[in-house]
């Protein structure tokens, strides 16, 4: 299997509908890793468990998944030696109990899930632990009850902090302090009772300044009267939050010591929340369990493609047993690409567990391998063509595929000359077929329909079209070449008979008429004088202009026996017809009478060479020797 097999065959868009249906994070994170398995073993115990949760759904219509939910991050921070909070721990009791509701009602469904329910008897309960937490945990909070001394230091607190208001109320209530306090209440500052005092007053009131307002109006004093208190309070906070601390402490550590369990507890969660996702996904399809082999053979009957909405006509076809190759022709837009999109979506379903939505009597074939040819393949990274990219594709299959390969491929031989696409599309049905391979293919080309109809283990198929309303019916007929849809569609429109009857006789036997039409039907132009047309002869040294380049050059040799000339273009001497160049000027005009064109043609330090040779110059005859010299 690969990326492209499930994004082309909208295997990850399945998933995603039946992750729908899961109840936590974790059977969502299992769907997410699930693929679809080439091991019969795994794909018959992957559909029992599917059926099993189907037959409880139907009979119970709800199964208790009530405080699952994804706690691996809290096993996470155990192994780490990190203490939880009250709240992780309450959740942590709440998944624990949600395994041991759901143990024991799946172990009261052994009689009719009895592989479901096997699965049950690996689960552990943790009734002590979970009692422990629900003891010392209340409202997210250590409950007071969690320990004597607990207990104690609260009461202690409790005091304390009464004596704190009484004393802070009788400061309020005193009339001496009316005039100092800018609001009666006691107002809470950092865990410190303090009193509102105006800031003009805040040095004659004994006590110390814990805030000022924002304003600056206001000074929140503690009254001395209250300073030994509140001392008295911190430490017994402090003791608290010890004894909180210890608390917490142990019942993570009794959750640590029995991690291992509540890891196989998670794992069992996870998977009973996956099957009956599944399940429910069978319900809401109403699925069947299909038979299943490993030889090949596939017979889909009344099957529907499951992402699929509204009125769907079912596909039946069979394939594996008469014939291995499937044929498949039809008009554009008559359902072609869904039959083969079905075909692998509901066997890449059956091979993951997932029930498909067909009559019982269907079988499904498990592959190794499953590869599909379908859509635009064109590669912007790769500089691709279309037709570049399926023949790619096409050679990367034939490296792998094998008598255990599923091959789907839309439109073969497509994107090219349709002579040569058609034999490149056979040879390579024919190399697939003698690997072995289960191949369903559609096409447009007769060819490889009379390639198909000759071959023993190839059969023809046809998308079923109605020839009176022009409208296709997508549903699949086995056995079926299919007539020229074309050809119907052309008569409908009421083109002529005789035009149809030979395009006919051209698919039909490749003979084409090529009778001259008679001179009388034909409309001749009036007769004109006739006018020798010149023909301009090209001289060494015209400049012209190349065609094909759309750039100017200049002409070197004349015109040969084969009317083509030799110009100069770019530095390089290349030949050209005459048909291809046109005149831009003659050398009689560019240059003046007499003037040496062979100059036109050789280079400026060659030409400064040959005169310095000429004049006898002795660097230039070294030159010329070391030149000689380096060649040899």
């Not at 069978?282 to 090949?296: D, L, M, R």
């Not at 493609?305 to 190759?325: A, D, T």
Request: glycine letters at 6%.
């Amino acid at each position: 299997m690969n990326t492209m097999t499930f994004e082309k065959l909208q295997y990850n868009e399945l998933k995603e509908t039946v992750k729908s249906y899961c109840v936590s994070g974790l059977g969502k994170k299992l769907l997410d890793q699930l693929e679809p398995s080439s091991n019969q073993k795994v794909v018959r115990n992957r559909l029992t468990e599917t059926s099993e949760a189907r037959a409880i759904l139907d009979a119970e219509h709800h199964v208790p998944f009530v405080g699952v939910s994804n706690v691996e991050h809290l096993i996470g921070k155990l192994e780490k030696g990190i203490i939880l909070e009250p709240t992780e721990l309450v959740h942590l009791a709440d998944f624990l109990r949600g395994c041991r509701k759901l143990k024991q009602f799946m172990l009261a469904k052994e009689f009719f899930a009895p592989m479901l329910s096997s699965y049950a008897h690996s689960m552990t309960e943790f009734l002590h632990i979970e009692e422990e937490i629900q003891f010392a945990i209340k409202g997210s909070r250590v409950d007071s009850a969690a320990s004597k001394e607990l207990r104690r230091i609260r009461k202690q607190i409790e005091s304390t902090e009464g004596k704190i208001k009484e004393r802070l109320n009788k400061f309020l209530n005193s009339s001496g302090n009316q005039k100092y306090i800018q609001e009666f209440f006691i107002s809470e500052k950092d865990g410190r009772y303090t009193i509102p005092i105006k800031s003009s007053f805040k040095n004659q009131v004994a006590g110390t300044v814990v805030e000022l307002s924002a304003k600056g109006t206001t000074a929140f004093i503690e009254p001395s009267t209250v300073t030994k208190l509140t001392a008295e309070l911190a430490t017994l906070k402090a003791e608290e939050a010890v004894e909180e601390y210890q608390i917490l402490a142990t019942l993570s550590g009794i959750l640590l010591e029995q991690i291992s369990k509540i890891n196989i507890n998670v794992e069992l969660i996870s998977q009973y929340d996956l099957v009956f996702a599944k399940g429910k996904f069978s319900q809401q399809t109403n699925g069947i369990e299909p038979k299943v082999n490993s030889h090949g053979y596939t017979k889909l009957i009344n099957s529907k493609h499951p992402l699929l909405q509204g009125e769907v006509v079912p596909l039946n076809m069979e394939i594996g047993s008469e014939y291995r190759s499937l044929i498949i022709t039809g008009p554009n837009a008559g359902g072609k690409t869904i039959v083969l999109k079905t075909i692998g979506l509901l066997t890449l379903a059956v091979m993951s567990g997932f029930h498909i939505a067909a009559d019982p009597e269907t079988e499904v074939s498990i592959f190794e391998k499953v590869f599909v040819d379908i859509g635009d393949n064109q590669s912007i990274e790769n500089a691709l063509s279309t037709f570049s990219s399926h023949m790619k594709n096409m050679s990367d299959m034939m490296g792998v595929a094998n008598h255990h390969t599923l091959l789907l491929f839309d439109e073969i031989g497509s994107g090219t000359e349709p002579n040569e696409g058609a034999a490149l599309a056979i040879a390579i049905l024919d190399e697939f077929y003698h690997k072995g391979c289960i191949t369903v293919a559609t096409t447009h080309y007769g060819e490889i329909k009379r390639f198909s109809e000759r071959h023993s283990d190839f059969m023809n198929a046809a998308m079923q079209f109605d020839s009176e309303t022009l409208e296709p019916k997508y549903r699949l007929i086995i056995g079926a070449a299919g007539e020229s849809n074309a050809l119907w569609i052309s008569k409908k429109m009421k083109l002529p008979d005789n035009v149809l009857e030979r395009a006919k006789s051209y698919i039909d036997n490749k003979e084409y008429r090529f009778e001259r039409v008679h001179e009388s039907k034909i409309k001749k132009p009036p007769m004109t004088s006739t006018k020798t047309v010149e023909t301009y002869e090209y001289v060494k040294g015209d400049k012209v202009m190349l065609l094909d380049y759309d750039d100017v050059a200049i002409v070197y040799k004349e015109k040969d026996s084969f009317h083509n000339l030799v110009v100069l273009y770019q530095q390089e001497l290349i030949e050209v017809n005459v048909k291809r160049v046109k005149l831009e000027l003659k050398a009689s005009e560019l240059y003046p009478e007499g003037y040496d064109l062979n100059t036109l043609f050789v280079a400026y330090k060659d030409r400064k060479l040959q005169h310095d040779i000429e004049r006898g110059s002795k660097k230039a005859l070294r030159k010329i020797q070391k030149d000689i010299r380096n060649r040899k």
